[in-house]
């Protein structure tokens, strides 16, 4: 940012299905979470470009047993951000579940338990809309194909204006297989302007896909079809499913994501106006995403993003990390130094960490960045270890291991391939000639472009490379992660803990 411009994206990073949100001077957006906990990120800004993260609004994920085990690609999906009735509401849908909802009197909470406002598979991408002018209460959602067998159409519901309960079994009021050319119509944004109902929603895929307008003077319609965002000539790949705001000088700005493999949904701020006659909005540059524009026109700030680095003061992690499932008691133990302590938690399926559910995350970054945390093992049993991770479908880790001998080692584990993991089974392999007799080293891996990563270590003999270039892998729908843990075979008896310190993430 700079000269009165922003650059694309203002979010560089995993913040995947974001909607947007205005109240008074204040801007707020949430994102998917999927299975971490806590989930549903909130983050607020004066600008519409300069974000930080200011909180969860929900704790745990529920049913708790679903989630007491990593479930990366399900949970929280495209979760719908709304302000009624003077209080902050989040719809989201669980594509094994249903449409959940809660809502709180502030932003930072205490935000409600989960409800329950629709039960069914594969119903996702919920959003609710409180009719001033009706005074009708709606709500319209997608769906899944995975769980449903139904994709590539929109179904509306009449809401109980309390947002517990729908009123009418619902209707399918936009069928994407009628709209020659349209597939994978999904995310749909609902809103009500000059007397018409707006559905902002994607089609056409993550990856490829484009951002359509509906509109119709019923709510169930029928609904007019436009598309107003695509990639074009752009780099631009895939650019939808996001939200729409007004600012206080009645500007109309989109933000929504773009799919970058490893790096997961980044977020782009794109300029928004309504074309001849108000009849149909026209985003970023004639329906182009742009990469520089000025600034909206909103008081300045100082440039802000959301938290990486982390002293852990007291022994305490920052808002910007979550658990791979539901956490426990004694996971991470509170004490009156600085550092993280985290257990070294028994786990049956050791070897693999993506299925562990006390490592602790962070979202990669999406620029070339170098990560380091300084490391201390305090585990005295045979197997033991912790490290640094790059987490995704395959993952890879180094750390510090006790080995049988009671010494401990630098350790280091790739796992690309399918082959790699059956071959092995995952099992870490020393790093050669660095042994770490003080139980202490520092980790780095070095993020370059495209996500190829490489792995450093330092046991107080200097930072040497370990192992080979790899590249970070995303899930289905996560991007990748950055992860600490500590864990140790699955045996009766006193595992031990590890102290993490100094965690920075600096540009390369």
């Keep these: 940012m700079s000269g009165g411009t922003y650059t694309n994206p203002v979010l560089n990073a995993d913040w995947s299905d974001p909607d947007v949100l205005r109240v008074g001077d204040d801007y707020y957006l949430t994102a998917s979470s999927f299975g ?73 909470g205490p935000w409600t338990r989960p409800h329950l406002v629709k039960e069914g598979k594969g119903l996702i991408d919920p959003c ?49 297989d009628r709209i020659p050319g349209w597939f994978t119509l999904e995310g749909p944004k609902f809103y009500r302007r000059d007397g018409w109902y707006w559905i902002l929603a994607p089609a056409g895929g993550v990856e490829t896909g484009w951002q359509g307008a509906l509109r119709s003077r019923d709510f169930f319609g029928p609904y007019e079809h436009r598309i107003v965002l695509e990639q074009k000539d752009t780099g631009v790949n895939g650019p939808h499913q ?17 799919q970058r493999g490893a790096y997961g949904r980044v977020v782009h701020l794109q300029p928004m106006r309504w074309g001849p006659g108000g009849d149909w909005p026209v985003i970023g540059d004639e329906g182009a995403p742009v990469a520089v524009h000025r600034l909206p026109d909103l008081p300045p700030q100082p440039p802000a993003a959301p938290a990486t680095d982390d002293d852990f003061p007291g022994g305490r992690f920052g808002r910007q990390w ?17 550092g993280l ?37 305090h585990a005295e049993e045979s197997g033991a270890r912790a490290g640094l991770a790059v987490l995704g479908d395959a993952f890879s880790w180094i750390g510090l291991q006790r080995g049988t001998d009671g010494t401990v080692h630098l350790v280091h584990r790739f796992a690309e391939t399918v082959a790699d993991r059956e071959r092995d089974a995952g099992r870490p392999r020393p790093v050669p000639r660095q042994a770490a007799p003080d139980g202490r080293a520092r ?36 991007g990748a992660l950055l992860g600490l843990f500590a864990a140790a075979p699955d045996r009766p ?3 031990g803990a590890a102290v993490f310190s100094r965690f920075r993430i600096s540009p390369l």
């Excluded at 996001?242 to 989109?254: I, K, L, N, P, S």
């Design 341 to 377: 302590r985290l257990t070294c938690v028994s786990a049956p399926t050791l070897h693999d960490l993506r299925t562990l559910p006390h490592v602790l995350t962070q979202r990669l970054p999406g620029d070339p960045c170098a990560v380091e945390v300084e490391l201390t093992l």
């Design 493 to 495: 008896g006193h595992a």
């Design 322 to 338: 979550s658990w791979t499932a539901n956490p426990r008691d004694g996971w991470a133990t509170h004490h009156s130094g600085d």
């Design 242 to 258: 996001g939200g729409w705001v007004r600012t206080q000088a009645g500007e109309d700005w989109f933000l929504h994501f773009q």
């Design 128 to 176: 609710p809309l409180w009719d001033e002018e009706s005074g009708e209460a709606y709500l319209v959602h997608a769906w899944a194909r995975s769980r449903s067998g139904v994709k590539n159409r929109l179904t509306g519901h009449r809401m109980h204006p309390d947002g517990t309960s729908l009123l009418d079994e619902g209707k399918v009021i936009v069928d994407g």
């Design 36 to 108: 971490r906990a806590p989930g549903l990120p909130l983050l607020h800004s004066r600008d519409l470009v300069n974000w930080t993260l200011v909180g969860h609004a929900l704790e745990r994920l529920e049913p708790a047993r679903e989630f007491a085990s990593p479930r990366h690609d399900c949970g929280v999906w495209a979760p719908s951000l709304r302000y009624h009735d003077e209080r902050f509401w989040i719809f989201w849908g669980d594509p094994d579940q249903g449409v959940f909802q809660i809502n709180a009197p502030r932003i930072r």
């Design 443 to 478: 980790l780095r891996v070095e993020i370059g472009e495209g996500a190829r990563c490489r792995f450093f270590s330092d046991a107080g003999d200097g930072m040497r490379p370990s192992g080979p270039v790899f590249a970070a892998t995303p899930w289905r729908w996560v």
